[in-house]
């Protein structure tokens, strides 16, 4: 991360530079065209046409480099058929005309017709009053002057540059050492969990990190509550089973006659056992799955279906909503139903009603029966684990004990109630709604 920052930096700084350095050295340069064209315009300001034809400046020159040989500040008046009137720094030499150069404009380039020296140029042709010739007057300057200061310019600019992609590279080796010393107590922190010193992050954080903190002490919450109910669930699957397999080994230690029976009864009972947390467990995986999404109308018919088959005499009646869509696996959706309509099936004269509303983000399903109902004080006792009000019909007494269970984990609920229409039980069912 700090290598491709730095890397970053770099190409920023260098793209930076390299357009500030454009910027600056045309900066420098319009400054020193100026000086000359302050000079040619002096000169055609200053020049006047002499008796025989020739050139005359009325007032001579201020700069002094024009008088001293091989000064670098050069100037020179030509026209056609007129001898060339060179300033005496120019010695023995002279200056190329261009000849593509026709307009009275000033041109300004740069020049290596002396060996030794390049030259900046600018010329302008004129005519000057009293003659009808176009003179091409030239002012010429040594570029090491001009060289010099850009090449100063560019060396601050490199040695500025670097030590500001310094500083920031450091700056970021520094900031990203800083921002990573929260993570690195964290580590800290589960290196101590891992050891069995800890069990929570308790030290101190920031408020950058306190989130990721809160969230991962509620993951490992989350975590020992879920081996916590792994436990107790091993633990009463022990329980449950423990009593039916005492009756077996009984049975078969005193050779009683109906040990056959015996054996098929608490193997029943401890099938219904295993199925029971079984349906759990599975109810406890499946915990939290957002994508999860089942349709009501179609696992209530095939609740249905597979009660009609084992209660033959009872009367499934079905309304409401047959889009309503909960946030809950289809297996857990039967099995929920299945439990509620076979109770309503078993248990009730012969009449269950199923009914599918919505209500706000929730899902109602409400399955009522004809039969006794129960009372109001064993409302909440029925859905203890093993309770059974009518013992007269097999069962366990685990359906709504897992009807309840499996609702919770979902964020769903399961309330009784009266009938107000068949004057039995009325089971009310609330799941989320799906999106």
Known sequence: MIGIAALWIGLLLLGGGIA????????????????????????????????????????????QRFLEPNSGLYYQISAPGREDWRSRSLWDRALKVDAGHRDREYHVYDSKQFPDEDLRVMERRVVLPGSNLRWMFMVAQARSGLDAQIETLRSTLVKSFALL????????????????????????EIVAMRAGSKSRVDAPMPTEVRPMVEELNALLAHNERQAEEARTHAGNLAHALKTPLTVIMNAATAQAADLADTVIREATTMRRQVDHHLARARA????????????????????ERAVARLYPYVRIDMDGDKTAAVRVERQDLDELLGNLVENAAKYGGGSVFATVRRAGDMVDVLVEDD???????????????????????????LGLAIVRYVAEIYGGT????????????LVRLSLPVAA
Request: glycine residues 14%.
């Open 165 to 188: 992609g310094a500083g920031l590279i450091m700056m970021v080796v520094l900031q990203t050492f800083i921002g990573l010393l929260p993570l690195r107590r964290v580590r800290l």
């Open 414 to 425: 399961v309330t009784l109630e009266e009938s107000e229409d068949l004057g039995g039980l």
């Open 284 to 303: 406890v995986g499946r915990r939290g799955s957002a994508q999860s999404r089942a349709e009501v109308w179609a696992s209530l018919q095939a609740v």
């Open 371 to 397: 039969g006794r109902g129960i009372a109001e004080g064993d409302r909440e006792r029925i859905f203890d684990r093993g309770v059974r009000l009518d013992s007269g019909k097999p069962g366990t007494g």
């Open 20 to 63: 500030l350095d454009r910027v600056l050295s045309d900066a420098v340069t319009r400054n020193f065209d100026d000086g000359m064209s302050y000079v040619l315009t002096a000169m055609i300001a200053s020049a006047e046409i002499g008796p025989d034809g020739e050139v005359l400046f009325n007032r001579p020159l201020a700069d």
